[in-house]
C-alpha cells in the first residue's frame, strides 16, 4: 500500500510539473523527446510569451478562455483525486456526502452523477444498460471488503492520475487563423481536434454562413505552396511540421473547389463527355455517379489520363509525360511503351505525400503555366528534391487532379466530410434565420450564447440524431440536472437545453442561467467538468473555443461508468440514481452528454427539435464503452468556470489573474 | 418449361431394339410419360402391368401422379468447375432453365444471390499425354439430397447436408476456405488471354440461362465452369457468405494471376502480399467461419468480458508497466550516404524508445544526450536484405524540413533484424512498441526471411505452410522478370500495410483493390458497329458500354445504362440496337458470342441495379427473364 501510496505522489508530482511546463511552453511538453526539431510548439512564435504580447486584446481572452477549460478540467480532475485521498475540504456545499467518506466506499461523489444521470434517464435504453453495467461490480458498499475497497480505490487513483499524464501530454497549439479581410483568430487546437471541430470553432467566432466551403488552409510562402486540410485530418500534427521560423500561415477561407466533386461529379467522373452534357447533368444523375463511386464496396478514383509537365529534379526545366491516376498511385508511361497497366511506371503513392497548389510558379519555377499542383511529404518545409512539381495546361485540369488525387488518398474519408459538413451548413443556416442577430463575441447576447451550444452540439449533431428518434421524451431530466449548480429547479432548463443544441431559440433561457452561476466555480471542479460549459462561455468571452473539445467531455463520462472497479472505489456506485434531483452531482452528466454526444456516433443528420434525451443516451454508451479508454477523455471539453484555482503553472494563473480582473470590468 | 428428350428403352420392343425417345417437360407425370410411349409404339396391348424402371436407380417410378421432376429424373451428375479450382460432381437440374440450375447448385453450396453467377463452357484443357495421373481430383456431391427450401437451414454455420460426415464438411471447408497459393507452374500452366480479343472469346461461352443444359447440349458428366458472371457484388455479409466471399476472392486471385484484368507491378506487389497475408491466415486461425448469430453473440459477449475482466484484475503494477514504454536497446551499425562522404557504417548503442531512435556512442553513454534522435514518424521503412550474405539492412527515408534523410542501420541477425524492423515499422505509422501488433509484426517479418531462405535453397513448388515461392503470388510476366527473391522484398514492402489485417479484412482488400481497377468489370465481346467495316470490341460494366478501337486499344466512346432508353435484338439478323437520351442510337451484331449473350449482359446488370431498390429478400426471376429472356420471354 506505502507503495503506491509513494508511486501515486510521485505520479502527481511529476502531473504538476508536466502541467507547468505545459503553462510555460504552451505546448505539449514532450518531456521525453530533447530533440530539438520537436521543439516547435507555437507556431510562428518562437515562445509563448512572444506570442501573447502579439496577441490583440480579445484574442487574449479568448486564449484565456481555453486555457482555464484546460487547467480547471485538469484540477477538476486532481481534486477528485486529492478528495478520495483526503477528506474533501474543496467540496462545497452542493457536494453531496461521498466525498467525505474516505474509507468508505463512494468517496467521489462525482461519479455518482453519471450514474444518476443514466437513472434520470431511464426512458432510453441504453441508460439502463449502462447504469446496470456499473452496479453489479460493486454492489453498494457492502458486499466487499474494506481492504478490497481501498485496493480498488488506489488503483482507481492511479489509473487517474496516469491519465491525467497522458492528458498533460497533449500536445495544444495555439494558432492564429487569418480571416478573408485580413483580420485574425487566434484558438488553441488540441492534438486530438481534427479539422471538422476546429471549423466548427471558427464558424462560432466568425458568424460566417457556415456553408461547405469554409475551410481551415495552411500556406507555405517558401515553396508557395497551399492546400486546405480535409476535415478528418488533425490539425496540430501537420502544423508541428513547420519550422520554428516558419512564415507558414494558416487561413480560414472558402474553397469551392473543396467539395465541388460531390456537388458536380460528372465534372470528375466524366470528365470526357463534353461541356453541354456536363452541364446539363440532372440530379438524379450526379446521385447515380456518387453512388456508384462512393458508396459501393470501393471507392473509385476519376479515370484520369493525361499530359502534365513534371519539373525535372534540380533543374528549372519542364519535361512532358503521359501521366494516369490510379487507386494505387500516379503512373506515367515510359518512352516508347503503351499505355497498358502492366508498362506503367509508378510516379507516386500516396501513403506518405500530401497534395498542394501551386502559387505563381511560372515565375518561380519557369512552369510552363500557373496552374500547378506539388505533392510532397507533410514534413518537407523547404526546397528539396523530394518535392515533385506537375504543370497542367489549365485550372480545370489541375482541379481535376488534385481531387483526384485526394479522392484515391482519402477515399471514403472525404464523402464522409461532405455529409458531415452539408449537415453543419443546413443547420447553420437554420441557426441563422432563427437569431437573425447573430452578435458579435464581445456582446453578450443571449444569441452567440445559444450558438455556443450549438456548437457544442455541432459535435454531438451526428450522434443526436439517431437517439432523438428514438425516445424524444426523456430530455427533460437532463436539462435540469445541467442547471442543477445553482438553480436546481426544474422549471428553467427543462426545455431549453435540448433545444439549445439544435436550435438556437432554446438557448437563451441557458444563458441566463449560467450567468447566475458564476460563484461556483472552484466546487464545481470536484464535480465532473460538464456542468459549467454553457456558462463559463457567457462570462468569458471567447468561450466557444473550449465548446469544441466536446470529445475529451465524452472521455470524462466514460471514465465513471465503465470501470466497475472504479466506481466501487472513487465514486462509489452511483448511488441511487434514482433521485437525481436532490443530489447536486446530476447536472454534470447532463452537461456531457451535451458535449460527450457528438463523438460517439457519426452519421445521422441533426433533426432539428433534437431532445436533450437522445444526447444523453449516446453519451452514456459512449462512454459504457470507453470504460477502458480512460486516457482519451478529454477534459478540455468541459468548460469550467474561468474560478477555478489556479492550480496550473505560473503562467496560467497569470493569466487567470488577467481574466479575473476583466471580469469585474465587464 | 422446357422440353427435353427421355429415352426408355421398352421391353416389348425386344431387347435389341434401340430406345424409344419422347419429349418431355419436368412437370410431367409418370403416367403421362407412359401414355406418350404409348402412342409412340404404337403397340396397342394392355399396357397396365408394365412401369417405368430408372436403371441408374435401380428403382421403380410407380407414382403415377409424381412428376419427372419429382423422382428427380432430369436431375444428373455434372462436373462443376469451381472458381477456386476444385471441380465437383454434383446432381443438377438439367432441364430448367439455366438461370434456376444455378439457383439449384447455389444453394447447395450455400452462396447468396445466385443471380451474379452462371454456367460457361469450360476452355478445352491442352491434352498432354503425361497428365493422366494428374486428373484433378473429383469431390462428389450426388449423394446430396435436392432441397428446395430456399435458405438451407445451417448447422455448426454450415449448410445440414455439409455436416452429415466429415468427407462433406471437408467439402465444404474447401469451398469456403481460400486454397493456398499454386505452384508456379500451376499458374503457367493455365490458359492466359493474351488480348482483349482473346478475353472476348471466353464470354462466348456462357450458357444461355433462358434455356435449359439439355437443350445446350449439356450431357451428363460434362463438365461446366461455375463463375460470377456479373460484377455487381450485392449486400456480402462475410458472416452469411463464408463460400461466396471465399469463391468470389478465388476468381479475382486467377483474374489477376492470369492476367485477365490488367495492373501496375505496384498492384501486382499489393495483391501477392493480400494472398500471401490471406493463406497464412487461413491457414493457421481456423474457421469459425460461424453462422450461428447466438453463436457470435455469446462469442462477443465472452470476448467483451474477457476484456473487461483484464482492466479490472489489472493492478496498479501492471497499469504503471503499460506506462514505461518498451524500448528496444543494441548495438547496431548506422550508415548515413551523404553526398561526398563515405564513411561506411559506425557502431553505436541505439535505443528505440516511443517512435524514436537515438544513440549513443556506447552503452555506458546511454544515459546521457544522445547523438542524435531520429523521430520515425511518418518515415519510409524499406527492407534491403539477403539471408544468404547475412545482409540485413533497414533503410529509412525520414522527412524533415530540407527533404528526406536517407539512413541505413545495419543489424548483426534475422532476431535482431526482425525487431528493430518491426519497430521502424509501427513507428512510421505513429505506433509505438506497446502496439498490440508488434509482436505479430515480428513473426511476419521472421516468416519472411524464412521465405527468403527456403526460395534461395531450394526453388521446389511445394506451397507448405511456411514457404511458398514469391512466384506463387504473381502472374507468370513476373516470373520471368524477377527471381523468387528478388520479389521478396517488394512484396514485403507491400506486405507491411496489410500484415495486421484479420482474414476477412484482407479478403475484403483485395476485392476493393481489385475492384478499384480501372478495367474492373469489363466483359467484352467482338462486336461489328452497323456501318463499320472493322471488328471492335464493346466492353460491358455494371454501370456503362464502351466502345474499344482494336487498333488503337483506346476506349473511344462510353455509354452509361442511366442514359439508356431502350435496346431491341432483331433476331433474324442477330443485331442488337440500343437507344440512348438525346437520339444517340447504335447498332451492332456480334462476332465472338451470341447476340443473346449480350443481350443478357446488359439486361443482367440492368437487373443488377434494380436490386438495391427492392429490398425484398426474394429474387424475383420473372423480372431477371424479362430482362434477359429476349424472345423466349415473350
Known amino acids: ?666 | 418449361m422446357a422440353a427435353w428428350d427421355l429415352s426408355v428403352t421398352v421391353e416389348d420392343l425386344g431387347l435389341d431394339a434401340p430406345p424409344v425417345t419422347i419429349s418431355v417437360a419436368s412437370d410431367l407425370h409418370i403416367g403421362g410419360v407412359i401414355l406418350k410411349l404409348v402412342e409412340k409404339t404404337q403397340i396397342k396391348q394392355d399396357w397396365s402391368d408394365h412401369a417405368l424402371w430408372w436403371e441408374q436407380k435401380q428403382r421403380w417410378l410407380l407414382r403415377t401422379a409424381w412428376t419427372l421432376e419429382k423422382y428427380g429424373i432430369h436431375h444428373k451428375p455434372l462436373r462443376l468447375g469451381l472458381p477456386n479450382g476444385i471441380t465437383l460432381r454434383l446432381r443438377v437440374c438439367f432441364s430448367n432453365p439455366v438461370f434456376q440450375t444455378v439457383m439449384g447448385i447455389c444453394r447447395m453450396l450455400n452462396i447468396r444471390h445466385p443471380e451474379e453467377l452462371s454456367l460457361l463452357r469450360p476452355i478445352e484443357e491442352k491434352k498432354k499425354k503425361k497428365d493422366k495421373n494428374l486428373a484433378p481430383e473429383i469431390y462428389d456431391l450426388t449423394e446430396v439430397p435436392l432441397s428446395s427450401v430456399s435458405r438451407p437451414c445451417l448447422y455448426n454455420g454450415m449448410p445440414a447436408h455439409f455436416a452429415d460426415s466429415p468427407e462433406m464438411e471437408a467439402i465444404y471447408k474447401m469451398l469456403s476456405v481460400t486454397q493456398p497459393p499454386p505452384a508456379p507452374e500451376v499458374i503457367a500452366k493455365q490458359y492466359r488471354p493474351a488480348s482483349v480479343v482473346d478475353k472476348a472469346h471466353i464470354n462466348g461461352r456462357w450458357l444461355d440461362s433462358s434455356r435449359c443444359l439439355l437443350q445446350q447440349g449439356i450431357q451428363e458428366n460434362d463438365k461446366l465452369w461455375l463463375r460470377f458472371k456479373y460484377y455487381s457484388t450485392y449486400d456480402m455479409d462475410p458472416k452469411y457468405d463464408a463460400v461466396r466471399l471465399t469463391q468470389l476472392y478465388e476468381q479475382a486471385r486467377w483474374a489477376i494471376l492470369l492476367e485477365d484484368i490488367d495492373c501496375t507491378e505496384e498492384e501486382m506487389m499489393l495483391f501477392g502480399a493480400l494472398q500471401y497475408h490471406i493463406s497464412k491466415v487461413a491457414q493457421s486461425e481456423p474457421q469459425i467461419m460461424s453462422n450461428n448469430p447466438a453463436m457470435d453473440d455469446l462469442d462477443s459477449a465472452l470476448q467483451s468480458l474477457e476484456v473487461k475482466m483484464e482492466g479490472e484484475g489489472s493492478s496498479a503494477s501492471d497499469l504503471l508497466e503499460n506506462m514505461t514504454a518498451p524500448e528496444l536497446t543494441d548495438y547496431l551499425k548506422i550508415f548515413r550516404p551523404k553526398r561526398l562522404t563515405l564513411k561506411g557504417y559506425k557502431q553505436y548503442w541505439f535505443k528505440f524508445q516511443d517512435t524514436s531512435i537515438s544513440y549513443f556512442k556506447s552503452k555506458e553513454e546511454s544515459i546521457g544526450e544522445p547523438i542524435q534522435m531520429i523521430n520515425l514518424k511518418g518515415c519510409e521503412v524499406a527492407p534491403d536484405v539477403n539471408v544468404a550474405a547475412q545482409k540485413f539492412l533497414i533503410r529509412l527515408l525520414i522527412p524533415a524540413p530540407e527533404g528526406m534523410n536517407e539512413v541505413y542501420l545495419r543489424c548483426e541477425n534475422e532476431q535482431q533484424y526482425a525487431q528493430w524492423m518491426a519497430g521502424c515499422r509501427l513507428a512510421s505509422k505513429g505506433k509505438t512498441l506497446a502496439d498490440s501488433s508488434f509482436q505479430s509484426e515480428i513473426q511476419s517479418i521472421r516468416s519472411f526471411l524464412a521465405m527468403q531462405k527456403t526460395n534461395s535453397s531450394s526453388s521446389s513448388a511445394n506451397a507448405s505452410e511456411e514457404s511458398i515461392n514469391t512466384h506463387s503470388l504473381v502472374s507468370p510476366r513476373y516470373h520471368k522478370k524477377y527471381k523468387p527473391k528478388q520479389l521478396t522484398p517488394r512484396i514485403l514492402d507491400a506486405y507491411q500495410n496489410v500484415a495486421q489485417l484479420s482474414l476477412t479484412d484482407a479478403l475484403m482488400r483485395f476485392l476493393q483493390i481489385w475492384q478499384a481497377l480501372p478495367d474492373f468489370g469489363l466483359s467484352y465481346v467482338v462486336v461489328r458497329f452497323k456501318g463499320s467495316r472493322k471488328d471492335e470490341v464493346l466492353g460491358i460494366a455494371p454501370n456503362r458500354l464502351i466502345r474499344i478501337d482494336l487498333s488503337v486499344g483506346d476506349v473511344v466512346k462510353t455509354w452509361r445504362y442511366n442514359n439508356m432508353k431502350q435496346w431491341n435484338v432483331n433476331w433474324d439478323i442477330r443485331q442488337m440496337a440500343i437507344e440512348f437520351e438525346g437520339n444517340v442510337n447504335i447498332a451492332f451484331s456480334c462476332v465472338t458470342a451470341d447476340c443473346k449473350i449480350v443481350h443478357e449482359f446488359i439486361g443482367g446488370y440492368i437487373f443488377m441495379s434494380t436490386r438495391s431498390r427492392e429490398k425484398s429478400e426474394t429474387l424475383n426471376e420473372e423480372l431477371f427473364h424479362k430482362l434477359t429472356g429476349g424472345h423466349e420471354a415473350l
Open chain 1, 1 to 666: 500500500m506505502d507503495d503506491i501510496d509513494a508511486m501515486f505522489s510521485a505520479m502527481l508530482g511529476e502531473m504538476d510539473l508536466l502541467t507547468q511546463s505545459l503553462g510555460e511552453e504552451t505546448v505539449p511538453p514532450e518531456a521525453l523527446s530533447s530533440t530539438k526539431k520537436e521543439v516547435n510548439y507555437s507556431i510562428g512564435f518562437t515562445d509563448l510569451n512572444e506570442s501573447l504580447h502579439e496577441l490583440e486584446g480579445n484574442d487574449l481572452d479568448a486564449l484565456m478562455a481555453d486555457l482555464m477549460a484546460d487547467l480547471n478540467a485538469t484540477e477538476e480532475k486532481l481534486a477528485t483525486e486529492i478528495e478520495g485521498l483526503k477528506a474533501p475540504s474543496n467540496s462545497q456545499p452542493d457536494f453531496p456526502p461521498p466525498p467525505k467518506g474516505l474509507s468508505t466506499e463512494p468517496a467521489p461523489s462525482h461519479i455518482s452523477p453519471s450514474s444518476a444521470g443514466s437513472g434520470s434517464s431511464n426512458v432510453s435504453t441504453p441508460v439502463p444498460s449502462a447504469a446496470s453495467s456499473l452496479a453489479p461490480p460493486p454492489p453498494p458498499g457492502a458486499k466487499p471488503t474494506v481492504e478490497e475497497i481501498e485496493a480498488q480505490m488506489k488503483a482507481d487513483k492511479i489509473k487517474l492520475a496516469l491519465e491525467k499524464l497522458k492528458e498533460a501530454k497533449v500536445k495544444k497549439l495555439v494558432v492564429k487563423v487569418l480571416m478573408n479581410d485580413g483580420s485574425s483568430k487566434t484558438l488553441m487546437v488540441d492534438e486530438r481536434q481534427n479539422v471538422r471541430e476546429v471549423l466548427d470553432n471558427m464558424f462560432e467566432k466568425s458568424h460566417c454562413d457556415c456553408n461547405v466551403n469554409w475551410s481551415i488552409c495552411e500556406t507555405n510562402p517558401e515553396l508557395q505552396l497551399e492546400r486546405a486540410f480535409e476535415d478528418h485530418e488533425n490539425l496540430v500534427e501537420p502544423l508541428s511540421a513547420w519550422t520554428r521560423d516558419s512564415e507558414n500561415k494558416v487561413l480560414f477561407q472558402e474553397r469551392p473547389e473543396k467539395y465541388e466533386v460531390f456537388k458536380n461529379p460528372q465534372n470528375f467522373y466524366l470528365w470526357k463527355k463534353d461541356k453541354r452534357t456536363l452541364k446539363d447533368m440532372k440530379d438524379k444523375d450526379k446521385e447515380l455517379l456518387i453512388q456508384e463511386n462512393f458508396c459501393g464496396t470501393s471507392i473509385i478514383v476519376p479515370d484520369l489520363e493525361g499530359v502534365l509537365h513534371l519539373k525535372e529534379d534540380g533543374k528549372k526545366s519542364w519535361k512532358q509525360r503521359l501521366f494516369q491516376l490510379r487507386a494505387s498511385g500516379i503512373y506515367y508511361v515510359p518512352k516508347g511503351k503503351t499505355k497498358s497497366s502492366r508498362d506503367l511506371v509508378c510516379f507516386v503513392q500516396f501513403d506518405n505525400v500530401n497534395v498542394y497548389y501551386g502559387k505563381d510558379f511560372r515565375t518561380k519555377y519557369k512552369a510552363p503555366t500557373d496552374f500547378c499542383f506539388v505533392l510532397k511529404h507533410p514534413q518537407i518545409q523547404k526546397e528539396s528534391q523530394y518535392i515533385k512539381y506537375l504543370c497542367c495546361d489549365d485550372s480545370w485540369s489541375m482541379n481535376l487532379w488534385v481531387t483526384g488525387i485526394r479522392i484515391a488518398k482519402y477515399g471514403a474519408s472525404l464523402h464522409e466530410n461532405f455529409k458531415t459538413a452539408e449537415i453543419k451548413a443546413s443547420n447553420s443556416v437554420w441557426t441563422n434565420r432563427s437569431t437573425p442577430s447573430s452578435s458579435n463575441q464581445s456582446t453578450p447576447s443571449p444569441t452567440v450564447k445559444a450558438k455556443s451550444p450549438n456548437q457544442a452540439n455541432g459535435h454531438a449533431t451526428k450522434p443526436q440524431p439517431g437517439p432523438i428518434s428514438q425516445n424524444p421524451a426523456p430530455p427533460p431530466p437532463p436539462l435540469a440536472e445541467v442547471l442543477p449548480p445553482p438553480p436546481p429547479d426544474p422549471v428553467l432548463p427543462p426545455p431549453p437545453p435540448l433545444a439549445a443544441k439544435t436550435a438556437s431559440k432554446p438557448t437563451p433561457p441557458k444563458r441566463n442561467q449560467p450567468n447566475n452561476f458564476p460563484l461556483p466555480p472552484p466546487d464545481m471542479d470536484n464535480l465532473p467538468p460538464p456542468p459549467p460549459p454553457p456558462p463559463t462561455d457567457d462570462h468569458l468571452e471567447a468561450p466557444p473555443d473550449f465548446l469544441p473539445p466536446p470529445p475529451p467531455a465524452t472521455g470524462f463520462s466514460s471514465l465513471p461508468p465503465p470501470p466497475p472497479s472504479f466506481g466501487g472505489v472513487d465514486h462509489s456506485l452511483p448511488p441511487p440514481p434514482p433521485d437525481p434531483v436532490s443530489l447536486p452531482p446530476p447536472p454534470p452528466d447532463p452537461v456531457f452528454v451535451a458535449s460527450g454526444a457528438p463523438p460517439p456516433p457519426p452519421p445521422p443528420p441533426p433533426p432539428p427539435p433534437a431532445a436533450p434525451v437522445a444526447t444523453l443516451r449516446p453519451a452514456v454508451r459512449t462512454s459504457g464503452s470507453l470504460k477502458k479508454v480512460p486516457p482519451a477523455p478529454p477534459k478540455r471539453t468541459a468548460p469550467t468556470q474561468g474560478g477555478g484555482g489556479g492550480g496550473g503553472g505560473d503562467f496560467m494563473s497569470e493569466l487567470m489573474l488577467a481574466m479575473q480582473k476583466k471580469r469585474p470590468d465587464q
